[in-house]
């Protein structure tokens, strides 16, 4: 068990509707990334929040949108859903260790079925 | 262009035999580098990780890792196989000054009883 928290496991919806995954981080870690997995992208990384803000962006659609809240648990926000946002959705957490390394500790997922 | 190759997208091993994944990673600044394993259904679990120091990195479930800077390199390997190590295994590369992971396509590991 890594700590990380993902809801729900698994999440069945239609094309076109709007859902909602939640992650909570380890105790402690600041750092939160969305990651997709899918069998004919790989691993994407989405984007990360750190401390509220938003720190970095990756390969996340403008259907997607992301956010942490104060108490540090995050929402990847999917919209108007298409069959391909069909994946594995991972959100990890990290905090920076001595020496400016650091190392990310991923959830169970959640994954996403749209019929 | 920062990147990570996996060259293997499945090997077979039989139980009791070593293995050696390979991993392959471009680069432009001092890498950090890591293996995660994930098993069907399953999360990624981090395996080991190089920082700096000793270029030979011991993880858990006896999994060790070479950091070969020639070679651009960072191979996964194990003594002896076990049944349970079949999953699929994730090279990823990451830098200081940022947090995000640049993965690789993933090696499945399927083992022979």
């Known amino acids: 068990d890594s700590g990380v928290t993902q809801t729900p496991k698994h999440l069945i919806t239609a094309t076109g509707q709007r859902v909602t995954l939640r992650c909570s981080p380890r105790?402690?870690?600041?750092?939160v990334y969305w990651y997709q997995q899918s069998l004919d992208q790989g691993l994407q990384f989405l984007i990360q929040y750190y401390n509220g803000e938003e720190r970095a962006k990756g390969n996340i659609l403008e259907r997607f949108s992301a956010q942490q809240f104060p108490d540090l648990h995050s929402e990847l926000n999917l919209s108007s859903l298409e069959l391909g946002d069909s994946a594995l959705y991972f959100c990890?957490?990290?905090?920076?260790?001595?020496?400016?390394?650091?190392?990310?500790?991923f959830g169970p997922g959640t994954r996403l079925t749209v019929t | 262009a920062q990147s990570v190759t996996q060259p293997d997208i499945h090997i077979t091993v039989s139980e009791g035999a070593s293995l050696e994944l390979r991993c392959n990673y471009s680069y432009g600044a001092t890498p950090y580098l890591f293996w995660y394993v994930q098993s069907p259904g399953q999360g990624l679990q981090l395996l080991l990780k190089y920082f700096s120091g000793d270029t030979l990195v011991q993880g858990i479930k006896g999994f060790e890792a070479e950091f070969k800077r020639s070679q651009s390199s960072f191979n996964l390997r194990k003594p002896s196989v076990h049944w349970s190590d079949a999953a699929e295994y994730f090279c990823?590369?990451?830098?200081?000054?940022?947090?995000?992971?640049?993965f690789g396509t993933g090696t499945r590991l399927k083992v022979l009883a």
């Open positions: 105790s402690g870690d600041l750092s």
């Open positions: 990890a957490s990290s905090t920076p260790i001595a020496g400016g390394s650091y190392e990310q500790y």
């Open positions: 990823a590369v990451g830098g200081s000054g940022t947090y995000k992971y640049i």
